[in-house]
């Protein structure tokens, strides 16, 4: 696994998906939970998931299967306002 750029840089880039172009940025964990505080949320649970297929994968060997088994691949807050 090759990391291309810091987990703190926030900026924006593309990506190509289906002979398309899109734009996305990454988000460090911490801007999720401050963005909920400062609207007044408070977390009360917090999932870091990858889908059943990648993880008992044995026959995919693509860099995002490689990935997913190592970090997880989404993020979930269950948040209630105050």
């Not at 924006?12 to 911490?30: A, D, G, Q, W």
């Not at 977390?43 to 870091?48: L, R």
Request: glycine share 2%; hydrophobic share 40%.
């Amino acid at each position: 696994m090759v990391f291309s750029k810091s987990y703190f840089d926030e900026s924006y880039f593309t990506m190509p998906v289906h002979e398309r172009e899109i734009i996305l940025c990454n988000r460090k964990i911490s801007t999720y939970v401050n963005a909920l505080a400062r609207a007044g949320f408070v977390i009360e649970e917090m999932i870091e998931q990858n889908d059943k297929e990648s993880m008992e994968s044995t026959e995919d060997l693509s860099d995002k299967t490689r990935k997913a088994k190592m970090i997880p691949i989404s993020l979930c807050f269950k948040a209630r306002k105050l």
